[in-house]
């Protein structure tokens, strides 16, 4: 029963990887660096079953050098593949979508070639490539829907593609390539998608300095920290958010439920905006100073314009039972306080 997780280094993964080992199934991980994979080890040494790592150091190369996931996916009967890069820095669209794409496709290629035993592959895509932002608000998106306007965005725009366009475009482009690898080749394996909106919650990763966490954690860090004004507080539009437990049991889930087969799942509880934030901190740390003041008088208002997400799917194949945007963010928060003092 050895699964497959790459990127295990991730603020997301090592959650798919906890819950995994917790559950029984063994677990082997893809890391850039031994560094992490020594870190991850120490973490999870007490497990009920083991975990091991394996070192792929550039998944963006893992197409042209068709070897680079053979040793990682030998053995094993499931995959979980989260790696992929999540930052707002990118200059060309290229350094997200070549890693998202090639890293996808390098590993599915492996598993085609090393893996008869492979059962299934969950896909940890992301509500990026199901929004649009040209729709009415408040507009309800499914997993019916796809992201029609980013990779469009980043062809015409290259390097000048809003930063939100290039991550979205890694996305939907490496979410398709999925779709269109089982759609040439047939494999003996089905494929699942995890599309979660924010994610949000405790962070387990190695993260040494604040500068090293992942980039939903550091919307907190900036709300928190009072490096957003008091006046972004009713305006800003909502974001969507969901709890990285949630998503760490959505992947378990879809690797295991038999219906979940070549379905996408939107993993995404309620829209929530930086007012949520701040009135979460009054609630859990009152005695704070550094953060904007909220109103929780316009929490409905404020969130009742937002676009949101069609989460009943995961509910009812998935069993998903969504954990309250207040605990994500007061479990997030608390690591943030943990780790950094901040
Ligand atoms: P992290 O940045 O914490 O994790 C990204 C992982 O991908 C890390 O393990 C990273 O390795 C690895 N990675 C990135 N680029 C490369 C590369 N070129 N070669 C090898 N490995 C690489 O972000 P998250 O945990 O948030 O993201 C995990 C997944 O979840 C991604 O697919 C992301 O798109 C998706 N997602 C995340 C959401 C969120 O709000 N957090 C929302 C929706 C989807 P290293 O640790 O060495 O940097």
């Not at 895509?125 to 998106?141: E, G």
């Not at 989460?311 to 950094?340: C, N, W």
């Amino acid at each position: 029963s050895l699964v497959l997780v790459t990127g295990a280094s991730g603020f997301v993964a090592v959650h798919v990887v906890k819950t995994l080992l917790d559950a029984g199934f063994p677990v082997r991980g893809t890391v850039r660096t031994a560094a992490k994979g020594e870190y991850l080890q120490n973490l999870f040494k007490d497990s009920p079953v083991p975990f091991a790592y394996i070192v792929v150091a550039n998944i963006e190369t893992a197409s042209r050098c068709p070897g680079a996931f053979d040793a990682a996916v030998m053995d094993v009967v499931g995959v979980a593949h989260t790696a992929s890069p999540f930052h707002w820095h990118a200059d060309d669209p290229s350094e997200l979508i070549g890693p998202a794409v090639h890293g996808t496709l390098g590993l599915l290629n492996s598993i085609q070639r090393i893996n008869p035993q492979v059962k299934r592959v969950v896909v940890t895509s992301s509500c990026a490539a199901i929004i649009n932002d040209n729709v009415t608000k408040p507009h309800c998106f499914t997993e019916a829907d796809w992201n029609t306007t980013s990779v469009h965005e980043c062809e015409t725009l290259g390097r000048n593609a809003s930063a939100t366009a290039k991550y979205r475009a890694s996305k939907t482009l490496a979410e398709k390539a999925l779709w269109q690898f089982i759609e040439v080749e047939q494999p003996h394996w089905d494929g699942v998608t995890i599309n979660p909106s924010m994610v949000w919650g405790p962070l387990l990763q190695q993260a040494a300095t604040i500068k090293d966490i992942n980039e939903s954690t550091v919307i907190i860090h900036e709300w928190f920290t009072g490096n957003k004004p008091q006046s972004d507080i009713p305006s800003v539009a909502p974001f969507n958010g969901v709890d990285v437990r949630d998503v760490a049991l959505a992947h378990l889930r879809a690797l295991i439920v038999p219906e979940a087969g070549s379905e996408r799942f939107i993993l995404s509880n309620a829209p929530a905006s930086p007012n949520d934030f701040v009135l979460a901190f009054e609630h859990y740390w009152p005695e704070r100073t550094t953060y904007p003041r909220g109103d929780a008088s316009k929490v409905e208002t404020i969130n009742a314009g937002s676009n949101y997400y069609d989460h009943t799917k995961s509910e009812r194949v998935l069993g998903i039972q969504y954990t309250s945007f207040d605990e994500s963010i007061k479990d997030a928060t608390a690591s943030l306080i943990a780790r950094y003092g901040i």
